[in-house]
Structure formats: structure tokens, C-alpha cells
T-cell receptor
Framework: SQQGEEDPQALSIQEGENATMNCSYK?????LQWYRQNSGRGLVHLIL?????REKHSGRLRVTLDTSKKSSSLLITASRAADTASYFC???????????FGEGTQLTVNP | NAGVTQTPKFQVLKTGQSMTLQCAQD?????MSWYRQDPGMGLRLIHY???????DQGEVPNGYNVSRSTTEDFPLRLLSAAPSQTSVYFC??????????????FGDGTRLSIL
């Protein structure tokens, strides 16, 4: 079964708006990662947040992690048409097991 | 650096045929993995390797074989293709660490159709 589940499954916004995607997971984790996948391409790593961190920034990206709620969110500020892609969260359990990916959120940014 | 290179990009097979999907990385990464991506299923791990000569099964290994004779290459073999193996296959690599603690670098995938 999938460890991470993204919400919503699809999100459509206008350019310049903020986009927020959520990820929930079931077991304790060592870290959580977010990836982007453009249509027809492989996944690209965006950001990694460790279990002892609560927030992390990278450019227009902000990731939060709430281990008590077993959830994470990815915020993209001032979105651009080029941000149109699928976004996946992936978790690594504390036991050092492999990364487990969620099903992704399809983000469409309309110009 | 090319990163992770997968060949071919597209392939159509008939049921029962065999083939090898190629994956090569030039980053000297120890860890390499194969995933399949199906609609509504996310990415599922097929096989992985933590170094040359060492491989292990992932979540959905049946019908696939792997070997790791060099650090750079990690081919995936379909033994007898079945329509259920129609999917997009991704190879990924990451540097040595506790498993899952490093970003994974993905190839652009092989789109495989089994008729």
C-alpha cells in the first residue's frame, strides 16, 4: 500500500496565485521528499525535509512537516505556467527502508 | 554529466517476448532502482541495488530480473512480457546513505506497451 497520499488529486489555478498541495502518511518517517514530474519526463527532486524539521524553503517553494499529524504540505508561491506538472511526496521510514511514493497531485497553472 | 540515461524511450512488444531495459548513470552513485508508474498507482519499486553485485526485490518484482555488474549500469529484464507489464518504467540513482536519505535522480523513462 502507498505510504504517502497527496491531496488534492488535481488543482487548477491562475498564474500568480499560490498553490498548496498536501501529503499524508501512515507510519513514522525519517524524512519526506517532494518531487516534480513534467509531462513525459522523469521525476525531479525539489526538497527534502527531515523528521526533526518543521519548515523548509527553496526559492518559491515552502514545505512544512507536522509529524504529530503525519502530514506535509508543499506551497508554491506566485505560480507560473511553467509550474504545471505533477507533484509527488515520498517518504522514508525510520527503519531505513526504501522511499515510498504517493500518487501525486496534478497542478495546472493557467496563463 | 548526462545523469541517468534510459534506453529505449519507447517500445512495443508482443505477449511472451523478452527484452532488456537499459539504465546507466555517470554520477558514481551506489544506489540504483527501477520503478514502474501506472495511472492512479504512483511509483512502485520493482528491484533495487545498493552496489555492484548486490540486488534485492522491491514491491512488485514478479516477471522482472536485474543484475548489477558495474556501478554505472543496472539493466531490467522482462522475461516473458505480459499485457499487465504495460507501463512507464523509471530508473533512479542516489548516492550512498541510509536508504531514503538522499534525493533520487531519475531518468526520463521507457514507455512500454505489451500487445
Amino acid at each position: 500500500s502507498q505510504q504517502g497520499e497527496e491531496d488534492p488529486q488535481a488543482l487548477s489555478i491562475q498564474e500568480g496565485e499560490n498553490a498548496t498541495m498536501n501529503c499524508s502518511y501512515k507510519t513514522s518517517i525519517n524524512n519526506l521528499q517532494w518531487y516534480r514530474q513534467n509531462s513525459g519526463r522523469g521525476l525531479v527532486h525539489l526538497i527534502l525535509i527531515r523528521s526533526n524539521e518543521r519548515e523548509k524553503h527553496s526559492g518559491r517553494l515552502r514545505v512544512t512537516l507536522d509529524t504529530s499529524k503525519k502530514s506535509s504540505s508543499l506551497l508554491i508561491t506566485a505560480s507560473r505556467a511553467a509550474d504545471t506538472a505533477s507533484y509527488f511526496c515520498a517518504t522514508a521510514a525510520t527503519s531505513g527502508s526504501r522511499l515510498t511514493f504517493g500518487e501525486g497531485t496534478q497542478l495546472t497553472v493557467n496563463p | 554529466n548526462a545523469g541517468v540515461t534510459q534506453t529505449p524511450k519507447f517500445q512495443v512488444l508482443k505477449t511472451g517476448q523478452s527484452m532488456t531495459l537499459q539504465c546507466a548513470q555517470d554520477m558514481n552513485h551506489e544506489y540504483m532502482s527501477w520503478y514502474r508508474q501506472d495511472p492512479g498507482m504512483g511509483l512502485r519499486l520493482i528491484h533495487y541495488s545498493v552496489g555492484a553485485g548486490i540486488t534485492d526485490q522491491g514491491e512488485v518484482p514478479n516477471g522482472y530480473n536485474v543484475s548489477r555488474s558495474t556501478t554505472e549500469d543496472f539493466p531490467l529484464r522482462l522475461l516473458s512480457a505480459a499485457p499487465s507489464q504495460t507501463s512507464v518504467y523509471f530508473c533512479a540513482s542516489s548516492s550512498r546513505s541510509v536508504w531514503g536519505n538522499q534525493p533520487q535522480h531519475f531518468g526520463d523513462g521507457t514507455r512500454l506497451s505489451i500487445l
